[in-house]
């Protein structure tokens, strides 16, 4: 059996199976009080340090993750791991806060406490556009890998494919929750780590024998990094690496999902999941970069595809097992983006005035809200892997320069996330426009740049959108004694 596709569809039916059987079965009994809206968004609470590091694992650990690693590593080496450090620096920023964190609900919930309803629906816009943005970018990576994998463009087989993985996707999600996406996610980042690990290994092992200086390989000239990415585009991705974890509100419903009583572990599980992620997969992944050094035709869309080819040989079951990581890698990410992106339309965007208890406080609305949050994930899911593509094709963006665009949605946020955690700062002005500027300044220059064809431009609005965010914000608030 060495059609692709058939081993691609056999990787995913499996892949599908596990999760599903893996998330339904371990759904808790409900005991006392139901809370239908808790039990499913937030676990109820009850999410052990594992789960969290699992879940957290996971939206570091899909295809765009290794893609992003990988093409650093090749471009720059271990260079690239100042960019990584940076990533897993960002959970140890945030640990001291999760006692303050704990008594909300949501990151939005978290800025409309502070600074009102109107700054708490546009934050929640801002997490599902990048989230949903973010999904886009995770589904193009997969399109391009499936295809250079050996699956037929010219018939919609890398569609279908597609299609089955969003639908495995949302089985297990919009049954399981959060919860079950925790448990999902497990079997997934144990078949993601061991085939990419394996895989490492083996080109790790060619990049020796072929003679090449590996410590050249591992440590270009520092000129590489300007010659990449360049100093505007180097700084922009130190800082949204530092500050991501702030900003996303997935992760912010991962860490919420665990008991507010036990703080101390809540901050131990983000610092364990900082540690996990340096090492996988960004350091593994960079690793599987570096070994490609010398390889000719590799581009930043078909870097992970170029990986397999350099083999000596390729059977059947090593490719299912890729085929499997690759479904594990796009569905493990793309769970969490869902739930977190349906839990801010239909909590945070509708009912900006309430909190979850408050709505769980009536069972059966509580259940009405709850059938309509699973109708969203499917409508979110459609949106995210065909209606956005289409606006991507008509920009000509290739996937790696896409990451400038992906975060400007939610960096935009940083600005009253450190002054709420930081200050005791209130609003003199809506928030909510400092929001709405810093999107107009990132996005703005992200167009303008690409229009006129001026790369600091779209390299750097990252970095502008966070610093409107927060001088914005600063302006619009003053000190406050309580």
Known sequence: MNNPWTLAALALSC??????????????????????????????????????????????????????????????????????????????????????????????EFLGERFGPSTRIIAALCSVGGLIYFVTWEIAISRA??????????????????LGMILGTLIYTTVGGLGGN????????????????????LLVERLVKTGVSVRAAMFPPAASIANTLGLIGFATNIMFNLLWQFVDSSSWQSFIGG?????????????????????????????????????????????????????????????????????????????????ASSYALIIDVLHPNETLASLDKNPQRARRLLITIRVI????????????????????????GLVYVVIIFQVALIGPVLISLLTTRRAIFPVSVAIVLSLAIGFGSSITGTIVGIKWLNDGAGVFAILTSCLFTVLFTRQSTT
């Not at 960079?286 to 059977?315: F, Q, Y």
């Not at 459609?382 to 991507?392: D, E, I, N, S």
């Open 145 to 162: 890998t499936l295809n250079g994998l050996g699956i037929d463009n010219q018939l919609p087989r890398s569609e279908l494919l597609i």
């Open 15 to 108: 892949l599908v199976v596990i999760t599903t059987l893996v998330s339904v079965f371990g759904l808790p009994r409900q005991n006392g009080r139901p809370m239908p809206l808790s039990n499913y968004l937030l676990a109820d609470n009850s999410l052990d340090s594992k789960s969290i590091i699992n879940l957290l694992l996971s939206g570091s650990f899909g295809l765009n993750a290794l893609f992003y690693a990988a093409f650093l590593g090749y471009s720059i080496g271990l260079w690239s791991l100042i960019i990584q450090i940076a990533w897993s620096a960002s959970f140890f920023l945030l640990a001291p806060y999760v006692g303050s964190i704990q008594r909300f609900r949501s990151l939005h």
């Open 182 to 201: 925790a448990r999902a996610n497990l079997i997934q980042n144990i078949l993601k780590t061991v085939v990419f690990g394996f895989l490492t290994f």
């Open 259 to 339: 008991s507010a009583a036990r703080e101390a572990e809540l901050a131990k599980s983000l610092r364990s999941s900082g540690v996990t992620i340096f090492v996988i997969p960004n350091l593994l992944a960079t690793l599987l970069g570096i070994a490609l050094i010398g390889t000719e035709g590799i581009d930043s869309n078909n870097i992970l595809v170029k990986s397999l080819s350099l083999l000596p040989s390729v059977g059947p079951l090593l490719l299912f097992f890729v085929f499997v990581a690759v479904v594990a890698s796009v569905m493990s990410l793309i769970d969490g983006c869902f739930l």
């Open 377 to 400: 994930l499917v409508v979110l899911a459609l949106a995210a892997t065909w209606g956005v593509k289409y606006l991507l094709d008509i920009g000509n963006i290739d996937l790696f």
